[in-house]
């Protein structure tokens, strides 16, 4: 084999190590980037529900209390009360 064909398996090495390694950046980003972006969601999330909630205790709760009835943890069992919120 003359210096051309090494010269070759070198460089298709080389390339081919190149490669994998770029794979394997690129796979171990993405998978962080999908992480990152769960964790906002996630945040966005909670943030909404606790801003429901607040918005459901502050006005359903709230009128309840001043109708004489309200919430509770045994809503079903007393009449005019609703669920607590979750």
Known sequence: MGIKGKFSIVTLLIGIIISLASYF????SNNKLI????????DIVS?????????YTKT???KLKKDGVGADR???D????IALPA
């Open 25 to 28: 950046i690129l796979e171990r």
């Open 35 to 42: 992480e990152m972006e769960a964790t906002r969601i996630a």
């Open 47 to 55: 943030t909404q529900i606790l801003a429901d909630r607040a918005i």
């Open 60 to 62: 359903l709760v709230g």
């Open 74 to 76: 045994d809503w079903h």
């Open 78 to 81: 007393k009449k005019g009360f």
